[in-house]
């Protein structure tokens, strides 16, 4: 029996599914990448932008037609609002939070599913299965019960969506990469920002315990992980939720910091995302100290206007967010720094946009992921009016866009003519080219089509530059002991 599963949204979504896989897996079931050929469908969802939610719809009405000709079970998790889960309620065969992932089989047992880790003998067809009701061949081969009435799924489903999120954390996830991974170290949002749902989808902040994160990563770095990704809505919240019971943000980095001084192993560690308001110097003084705490900082401002902030209930100002800035500059002035911004936000005036293309050009973003503001149910923003139209939007964006390019080319061209440390990622869209990142996340491709490169640290030298990328020649390859020539 074959599962498939459709992952949308952020990078913790990503980091969820392969826990979900796990599960999935341990039940007996099969990864397909085809969803045709799959008897169990699930979406990771995103209910932070309409978009994704559109998404989640089209596909559940699609596979809920196929049922009237095939045996499958559909379920969603992941980032799901109150308003979007009623209505999954009615569409899917199981919603469930991502908290109540450890009690998945036994919801499959609840629908009478028999899985193949539980067929005797194992390698018996699909035809062989007996059911306990007897069906015509138009009906769908699984005796289901609505989700909403489901003995004690209803409850569950309305719970806290981070309870028991300690549970989920324990399940070891089911890697897709053999050299990049993401270790969750926090869960959920207190800080409300008025455009986001992500409090109503993911709960209050939870930490998980240092103990365990390190475990985890250490676990990693000895199968030869060559980067990690820190995960959590505010990574450098960690710790303030169990005060005098857990260590703090920066003590956490030093910790991994250390072991990456004493194992001797060459790893960069990645975190996404910190909030401005718990971003201190500590923070920043830790990754300046250690080589394999990596020197790449996202820290979103999303508006360059002090009103604008106070709207989105940003809980920081630009005088704030600029000494951040300048002590990374200060103190890893390395570092690249990248950042989220919202356009077009209820009542964005021209001067707000503009003191945010101001901010872009002050502090030479390499990167900016913006997003043209979409309300979304739950949010408070969703019961303002959504006043900026479409196409002032989309200039706005494309005006940003264009001041994120002219630093991402200054930047890039800096780099010509230098050798730079990457990892090799994979096939570059350019045909007969790999594609690596640097340390800061700069994309450098190079030409070769020996994918066995795929996953080791090399050494390139720069020839050309554009925006967001780079070209060079390979000079070397790296190991964890030493360099070898290429």
């Known amino acids: 029996m074959k599962y498939h599963i459709v992952q949308l949204g952020c990078q913790m979504n990503i980091s969820d599914s392969e ?89 499959i047992h609840q629908y009478g599913i028999v899985t193949p880790a539980g067929l005797q003998p194992l390698d018996k067809g699909i035809e062989d299965l007996r059911f306990e009701k007897a069906i015509d061949e138009k009906e769908a081969t699984f005796s289901l019960m609505p989700a909403e009435i489901i003995p004690g799924n209803q409850e569950k489903s309305i719970l806290r969506p981070d309870k028991g ?107 996404t995302s910190p909030h401005p308001r718990d971003m201190g110097d500590d923070v920043i003084e830790v990754i300046s100290k250690y080589k394999c705490l990596a020197k790449q900082i996202h820290i979103p401002v999303q508006s360059g206007d002090n009103g604008m902030l106070i709207r989105m209930n940003r809980k920081h100002s630009i005088e704030k967010y600029r000494e951040i800035i300048q002590s990374i500059k200060q103190l890893i002035p390395e570092a690249t720094i990248f950042t989220d911004i919202i356009v077009g936000f209820t009542g964005e005036t021209e001067k707000e946009f503009e003191n945010t293309r101001k901010v872009m050009e002050e502090f030479k973003y390499n990167m900016a992921y913006i997003a043209q503001y979409s309300p979304r149910p739950g949010a408070a923003s969703s019961r303002w009016s959504d006043d900026i139209p479409k196409h002032v939007k989309k200039e706005r964006y494309h005006e940003l866009t264009e001041e994120l390019m002219k630093h991402s080319l200054e930047y890039n061209k800096n780099l010509i003519g230098k050798t730079v440390k990457v990892l090799i990622r994979g096939k570059d869209r350019k045909e007969g080219y790999l594609s690596a990142l640097t340390e800061g996340k700069i994309i450098v491709r190079f030409s070769s089509n020996d994918e066995s490169l795929i996953g080791r640290f090399a050494e390139v030298k720069i020839s050309s530059a554009v925006p967001f990328s780079t070209e060079g020649e390979l000079i070397k390859l790296k190991t964890f002991a030493s360099s070898v020539e290429a």
């Open 165 to 271: 999120i300690e549970n989920f954390w324990d399940i070891s996830p089911k890697y897709e990469s053999s050299f990049e991974a993401f270790i969750p170290i926090q869960n959920g949002c207190n800080k409300f920002c008025t455009f986001c749902a992500v409090p109503y989808t993911r709960g209050r902040e939870v930490s998980r315990p240092a103990v365990e994160i390190l475990k985890e990563l250490k676990q990693l770095i000895n199968k030869g992980f060559k980067s990690i990704t820190l995960l959590g809505q505010n990574v450098n919240s960690y710790g303030l939720d169990k005060k005098g019971e857990e260590i703090s943000f920066s003590e956490l980095l030093g910790k991994i910091g250390k072991y990456g001084e004493e194992s001797g192993k060459d790893f960069w560690v990645y975190f």
């Open 19 to 107: 826990r979900v896989k796990q599960v999935i897996e341990g039940m007996g079931f099969v990864l397909t990448e085809k969803e045709e050929e799959a008897h169990l469908l699930g979406v990771i969802a995103c209910s932070v932008r309409q978009k994704g939610i559109d998404k989640v719809y089209s596909m559940v009405n699609k596979w809920n037609k196929w049922k009237n000709r095939k045996s499958l079970i559909t379920f969603v998790s992941g980032c799901v609002l109150p308003t979007d889960r009623e209505q999954f309620l009615k569409l899917f065969d199981m919603v469930f939070p991502m908290s109540d992932l450890p009690d998945f089989p036994d919801m």
